[in-house]
């Protein structure tokens, strides 16, 4: 899987909104973007995914830039319970060696301040 | 609960001893995985099995012995482990799909606290 960047660690007070960057040059024209997180003590949690164009779920949303090298992960109002580590991960659309990676980075550990 | 049920959620266990983690998924899926998180690193794939047949085996040590015994159902034998074995392991699973796996999202577990004396 291509190697994606993100900022170590982030905070957001309460309520606001909040935009996780993940920054991805190396994508290929079939690696779908993945975001998961992981609360403490838990295991990680499916976010959101796309491939090109900008997708909403009940969650956040995922804006896609038009080259792909970089996607942000909206939150729209942060809550206590959103604190956790945040991961970007890109995924091959196709088959064979590799294919079943997920392969999880450092994340940005964000903070929610009330 | 996700859908994906490990036991138990805590074991100690002795160097000297044989214990075996499950993972239960009833979400359809047909691929499950086991990953390891150690303290302060990312998580590290050990295991995929696709359709019951390991697909991945990422040069996991023959202490950790997987199994697959149907697409609902996955284990993790131990045996002999080291104080460095202790860790999370974590159990997912996903919808195998003809063309790749890319579209699908992964179902994680809350892990086994495994921790090794």
């Known amino acids: 899987d291509a190697k994606t960047t993100q900022p170590n660690s982030m905070e957001s007070n309460e309520e606001e909104p909040v935009h996780l960057p993940c920054n991805h040059s190396?994508?290929?024209?079939?690696?779908?973007i993945h975001w998961y997180r992981q609360l403490p003590s838990q295991g990680p949690e499916y976010v959101i995914h796309?491939?090109?164009s900008n997708v909403n779920n009940r969650m956040a949303s995922l804006a896609i830039a038009e080259d792909r090298k970089s996607s942000t992960l909206i939150l729209h109002r942060a809550t206590l319970r959103d604190a956790a580590v945040y991961y970007c991960i890109l995924r091959a659309a196709y088959s064979g060696a590799g294919s079943y990676q997920l392969t999880f980075g450092k994340g940005t550990k964000l903070s929610v301040i009330p | 609960e996700t859908g994906v049920t490990q036991t138990p959620r805590h074991l100690v266990m002795g160097m000297t001893n044989k214990k075996s983690l499950k993972c239960e998924q009833h979400?359809?899926?047909?691929?499950m995985y086991w990953y390891k998180q150690s303290a302060k690193k990312p998580l590290e794939l050990m295991f995929v099995?696709?359709?019951?047949?390991?697909?991945e085996n990422n040069s996991v040590p023959s202490r950790f012995s997987p199994e697959c015994p149907n697409s609902s159902h996955l284990f993790l034998h131990l045996h002999t482990l080291q104080p460095e074995d202790s860790a999370l392991y974590l159990c997912a699973s996903s919808q195998a799909s003809w063309g790749g796996q890319g579209a699908n999202g992964y179902t994680f577990g809350s892990g086994t606290r495994l921790t090794v004396v």
């Open positions: 099995y696709s359709l019951e047949e390991r697909v």
């Open positions: 796309g491939l090109t």
């Open positions: 190396t994508i290929s024209g079939t690696d779908y």
């Open positions: 979400l359809g899926h047909n691929a």
